[in-house]
């Protein structure tokens, strides 16, 4: 079996294999000894969490795609430890790190350069055409496990705040499928309440307590910028039948194309068993059953791995969805025979 092939299994045990490093480092440093030999005890607090935050990434990039990664990546994993090992030294070690002028120029030249040359990189990726420009910008600032986060957290925000009345997300030659018609009464229900939450914390605990009312004000804000997200992408991202195959969506929760040629059957999702079925529209009772020609094992963190033969999903015209979904798969076999 090669490394590719291991990779998903090992991948979470190798992000999580820092964890415990990073952790037993922030002990040290709080020891009788670090604030003895404080400055000593910075280097090696950086050293290791840079150390530990690169050579997880070069081990997890070397797998998953069977060669070493980029420069830019390794450069990116290493400014990322520097911040995270600045951030985590205590007092006394920040100010003994600060008067190493020579430590000080070292961390801001990797942590500067990398800066400048992930902005130009990203600046690049922005100009060039095409439609995943977002991630692979990101891609050039942060190491890739957090590239693909960063970007959906920036899609969302910029979803919630600056896309109002947009169109559905419609690529040309694709038939369009909307779920959202009876999923709009509970979210708005969910965001009325959620202001109605946020106005009656800030106003009854601020009259005891300013600071704990403020910060639970900045967590329900960040709340109902999430909630409207998710309750516009309901409407923005249609489930599609795309020249290539079934794009299932259900907001920014799911997104997943299945070829024609994968399918063995599509129908109603009446009577679905649980056991070996994955439902996609998970805020919404399926309609539709796609069973699929080849069962998919799916790995999951510290558990058994689960075999998915059947995706249930649901759109608000079952009927006319199946019929057409059928027709392409009748489309498709005959352009095989």
Same mark, same amino acid.
């Given at each position: 079996?090669?490394?590719r *092939?291991?990779?998903?299994?090992?991948?979470?045990?190798?992000?999580? *294999?820092?964890?415990? %490093? %990073?952790?037993?480092?922030?002990? *040290?440093?709080?020891?009788?000894?670090a604030?003895?030999?404080?400055?000593?005890?910075?280097l090696?607090?950086?050293?290791?969490?840079?150390?530990?935050?690169?050579?997880?990434?070069?081990?997890?990039?070397?797998?998953?795609?069977g060669?070493?990664?980029?420069?830019?990546?390794?450069?990116?994993?290493?400014?990322?430890?520097?911040?995270?090992?600045?951030?985590?030294?205590?007092?006394?070690?920040?100010?003994?790190? =600060?008067?190493?002028?020579?430590?000080?120029?070292?961390?801001?030249?990797?942590?500067?350069?990398?800066?400048l040359?992930?902005?130009?990189?990203?600046? =690049?990726?922005?100009? !060039?055409?095409?439609?995943?420009?977002?991630? =692979?910008?990101?891609?050039?600032?942060?190491?890739?496990?957090?590239?693909?986060?960063?970007?959906?957290?920036?899609?969302?925000?910029?979803?919630?705040?600056?896309?109002?009345?947009?169109?559905? #997300?419609?690529?040309?030659?694709?038939?369009?499928?909307?779920?959202?018609?009876?999923?709009?009464?509970?979210?708005?229900?969910?965001?009325?309440?959620?202001?109605?939450?946020?106005?009656?914390?800030?106003?009854?605990l601020?009259?005891?307590? !300013?600071?704990?009312?403020?910060?639970?004000?900045?967590?329900?804000?960040?709340?109902?910028?999430?909630?409207?997200?998710?309750?516009?992408?309901?409407?923005?991202?249609?489930?599609?039948?795309t020249?290539?195959?079934?794009?299932?969506?259900?907001?920014?929760?799911?997104d997943?194309?299945?070829?024609?040629?994968?399918?063995?059957? %599509?129908?109603?999702?009446?009577?679905?068993?649980?056991?070996?079925?994955?439902?996609?529209?998970?805020?919404?009772?399926?309609?539709?059953?796609?069973?699929? *020609?080849?069962?998919?094992?799916?790995?999951?963190?510290?558990?058994?791995?689960?075999?998915?033969?059947?995706?249930?999903?649901?759109? #608000?015209?079952?009927?006319?969805?199946?019929?057409?979904?059928?027709?392409r798969?009748?489309?498709?076999?005959?352009?095989?025979?």
């Open positions: 079996m090669t490394s *092939a291991l990779f998903p299994a090992v991948a979470p045990f190798l992000r999580l *294999a820092l964890l415990p %490093i %990073i952790a037993v480092a922030l002990l *040290a440093i709080r020891t009788p000894w604030a003895a030999h404080a400055g000593l005890a910075a090696l607090f950086l050293w290791i969490t840079t150390d530990s935050l690169a050579t997880s990434l070069i081990v997890a990039e070397r797998m998953r795609l060669r070493p990664p980029a420069v830019r990546v390794v450069l990116a994993a290493i400014a990322l430890g520097l911040v995270v090992g600045v951030l985590g030294l205590t007092p006394p070690l920040r100010s003994a790190l =600060a008067d190493m002028p020579w430590a000080v120029a070292v961390v801001a030249a990797l942590v500067g350069g990398h800066l040359y992930g902005v130009a990189g990203a600046w =690049a990726v922005l100009r !060039r055409p095409g439609v995943a420009k977002l991630e =692979a910008a990101v891609a050039c600032l942060v190491p890739p496990p957090l590239a693909q986060l960063v970007a959906k957290e920036l899609a969302l925000l910029h979803l919630a705040l600056f896309r109002w009345r947009s169109p559905p #997300d419609v690529p040309p030659g694709c038939q369009a499928y909307s779920y959202h018609r009876d999923l709009m009464p509970l979210m708005g229900g969910l965001l009325a309440a959620q202001v109605m939450e946020i106005v009656v914390v800030d106003v009854a601020g009259i005891h307590h !300013r600071t704990a009312a403020l910060i639970l004000f900045a967590v329900g804000d960040i709340g109902f910028i999430y909630l409207l997200g998710l309750t516009k992408s309901l409407r923005l991202h249609p489930v599609l039948l020249p290539q195959g079934v794009r299932i969506r259900f907001g920014l929760l799911a997943r194309l299945i070829p024609y040629d994968a399918i063995a059957h %599509i129908g109603a999702a009446d009577g679905l068993e649980r056991r070996g079925s994955e439902n996609l529209s998970r805020l919404v009772a399926p309609n539709v059953a796609l069973t699929l *020609a080849v069962p998919e094992a799916r790995r999951r963190f510290l558990r058994s791995a689960l075999t998915v033969s059947r995706l249930a999903f649901a759109v #608000d015209e079952p009927r006319e969805f199946i019929g057409a979904v059928r027709d798969l009748a489309d498709t076999q005959k352009s095989l025979e």
